[in-house]
């Protein structure tokens, strides 16, 4: 099913014109459900799809899984998880284990520094790791297969050629996300995935399975690891709560989540806007801040509706060079302009 397709099928769900007799705001939400879980159904057509849930403010709007696929299934959500990351690096920040995304990376990783190395390595911040905006060259795309192969992930990372300055323009590497599981490691004494079991065990629904680690027992900061589309959904219910849970206990900091959906700098590839591991993008009239993994593993929160919306794909098929990405942002707008409506 390609965009066109999608779209067209969007236009041409039924008009439910919101009059007063439709003042009751459950009467809105049937509605709501009904075009959405038409839209959904159309969706099917969308070869490499597996699972969909939207929720608003919390309320199932609707949730598919197609063919064999589960919403309590173990799915690889790949660099979507860059944004767990972050999390964990707010969480840090809030109790003390580190300064501040001001913070220099040197002075958590100064051993790990390659002999005789680049002065601007002692400039690089975690705000500029978080961005995307370290300078060095990318340990993504044609470069990834390179640095997993090599025997230290960090020092690999760290003895790469800076292509801009710290602070300059985007370079997409998990590389960098990476680097911030390492440094969580060195500062709480813990691995990351302990600290993430630890400091989000409070979240219902939100679980963890299996992550990658590097040779030195490092798990992989922004790639490869395994969550059912409920618990990345959970997580994107905590995003857009404000960082408390559903019973009022809170997780991260308000001010954290705030300063993660702020412009940093904007994609290369897409144009769209990032902050600290979050996309954002405007759709359907309405700024939507979403995480996006290889193969279409994409967490969209709209805060302004109130929407948390989870998809997941095939892993193993690429998203952006086919333009499937581009079909799912469709069928968010879709969504979007439903709940509009």
């Given amino acids: 099913m390609n965009r066109r ?57 609707a949730e598919r899984a197609y063919g064999n696929n589960s919403l309590d299934g173990s799915t690889n959500i790949k660099s979507a998880s860059k944004c767990v990351v972050s ?6 920040i809030d109790k003390g284990l580190l300064d501040g995304v001001d913070q220099k990376m040197e002075t958590v990783l100064r051993s790990e520094f390659p002999k005789n190395p680049d002065p601007r390595l002692s400039k690089i911040t975690i705000g500029h790791l978080l961005s995307m905006r370290a300078g060095l060259d990318r340990m993504s795309g044609p470069n990834y297969g390179r640095w997993v192969a090599s025997r230290n992930w960090t020092r690999s990372a760290l003895a790469a050629d800076f292509v801009d300055e710290p602070g300059g ?35 219902d629904g939100f679980r963890i399975g299996a992550w990658d680690r590097d040779p030195q027992g490092y798990y992989l900061g922004g790639n490869q690891m395994a969550m059912t589309p409920r618990s990345l959904h959970a997580f994107g219910e905590l995003y857009r709560r404000g960082g408390v849970t559903e019973d009022g206990t809170r997780l991260i900091s308000e001010d954290w989540i705030r300063e993660s959906w702020i412009l940093r700098t904007n994609s290369v590839f897409n144009g769209d806007g990032y902050g600290y591991a979050w996309f954002l993008k405007e759709m359907g009239g309405e700024q939507v801040n979403y995480a996006w993994g290889y193969g279409g593993q ?15 794909s095939n892993e193993a098929a690429p998203s952006a060079r086919t333009g499937y990405r581009d079909e799912l942002h469709g069928l968010m707008t879709g969504i979007i302009g439903i709940v509009r409506t």
Avoid: N
């Avoid at 999390?87 to 840090?92: E, F, M």
């Avoid at 370079?171 to 079991?197: C, D, Q």
């Avoid at 994409?298 to 997941?312: E, F, K, N, Q, R």
């Fill in 298 to 312: 994409m967490l969209y929160i709209t805060p302004s509706l109130g929407l948390t919306v989870a998809m997941t």
């Fill in 5 to 61: 397709t999608l779209l067209a099928a969007i236009a041409a769900l039924p008009a439910f014109p919101l009059a007063k007799s439709f003042a009751q705001s459950s009467e809105v939400d049937d509605i709501s459900r009904q075009r959405i879980g038409t839209l959904l159904d159309e969706a099917r057509r969308l070869d490499t799809l597996e699972t969909v849930i939207v929720t608003r403010d919390g309320e199932p709007l």
């Fill in 169 to 203: 323009g985007m370079l997409y590497s998990t590389a960098s996300t990476h680097l911030l599981s390492v440094i969580l490691t060195k500062v709480s004494g813990k691995p990351t995935l302990a600290l993430a079991r630890d400091w989000l065990r409070p979240l």
């Fill in 87 to 92: 999390a964990l690096v707010g969480i840090a």
